[in-house]
């Protein structure tokens, strides 16, 4: 785990230096706006979907400073998430990172529009940087990251999850891994393949990274329903227990907590049986997905 988190640590502020490069200045018109969308990136977050591009990346070759731009991309594409999902209309919730969340600190429309503008500000850097790369690699990001967020993807997922909430479906097992493939894996999946796309990596390589990154989806997903059933307010940044005062499929929801932690260990097992296939940072990989299986928050 200590691995994966000193290159967290290490990686942070360079992917947090190229987000205040590509994001609006609050001083920029429309301010109000332009502040909201820095409110909601520069919150905290562990950064964790832009260190799976580096990482994605560099297993195959590429230089970081290549990565950094779309690693801050998907770092806008997975705020915009957040901000939408904490809407009344949604999760509707008012704690996001130990702050007010962005509906809360600006209003309701000013949220939504703030997603909308970092969705399309993660897409059209991802289309224009780094001006180094081929056109067909800035292409291919923008199409995996488009296919990734979009209504197969993530919002897709989203969906899915309103649905189960209002009425668990036949077979809410299948639905289960359905949704939490789609609304947190693709995620997770995009950013992996995205450095291997900047490294100019062969469908091969491309292949496993996705199938780690499903693996990954997973395992960030149990533990994450696993920290809503026994986690704090306080710990976690945002409100505990809300999952089952909704009513929402979940692992713990569906299995209980001690088969979710059952089902946890399998799905480390097998991401780390596809880590050791990589050609190089296997060692950082290795304690990423130990510190995904047993993190606090």
């Not at 590509?22 to 950064?47: C, D, I, N, Q």
């Not at 806008?76 to 509707?92: G, K, Q, R």
């Not at 897709?156 to 036949?170: F, H, K, N, Y």
Request: charge should be negative.
């Amino acid at each position: 785990m200590t691995a994966f988190l000193d290159y967290l640590a290490e990686l942070r502020p360079q992917v947090d230096r190229t987000l205040d490069r590509l994001l609006p200045t609050e001083s920029e018109p429309p301010a109000l706006l332009h502040s909201a969308m820095r409110y909601s990136v520069f919150g905290g977050g562990k950064r964790i979907r832009p260190a799976l591009v580096a990482l994605g990346g560099e297993v195959y070759g590429a230089p970081l400073e290549s990565l950094l731009p779309a690693a801050a991309a998907m770092e806008m594409i997975h705020t915009f998430s957040l901000v939408h999902d904490d809407l009344p209309a949604l999760d509707d919730d008012d704690l996001r990172r130990g702050r007010p969340t962005v509906h809360r600190q600006f209003d309701e429309a000013i949220a939504i529009l703030a997603g909308d503008a970092l969705l399309n500000c993660a897409l059209t850097c991802l289309a224009l940087e780094p001006a180094s790369a081929p056109g067909a690699v800035r292409a291919r990001a923008v199409a995996v990251a488009g296919h990734a967020v979009g209504s197969q993807g993530m919002i897709g997922g989203q969906v899915a999850d309103l649905e189960a909430e209002r009425s668990w479906p036949e077979n809410p097992e299948q639905a289960l891994e359905s949704i939490h493939r789609r609304k947190t894996g693709s995620l997770l999946v995009a950013s992996l393949v995205l450095g291997g796309v900047h490294a100019e990596a062969a469908e091969d390589a491309l292949e496993l990274l996705a199938r780690l990154g499903e693996a990954l989806g997973l395992l960030f997903q149990i533990g994450d329903d696993l920290l809503d059933v026994e986690g704090d307010s306080a710990a976690l940044g945002k409100t505990a227990g809300k999952d089952a005062a909704a009513h929402k499929l979940t692992y713990p929801g569906l299995y209980g907590v001690a088969e979710s932690r059952r089902r946890l260990g399998l799905v480390a097992a097998e991401a780390r049986e596809l880590a050791a296939a990589l050609p190089r940072r296997r060692e950082t990989v290795l304690s990423m997905i130990g510190y995904l299986g047993e993190r606090d928050r």
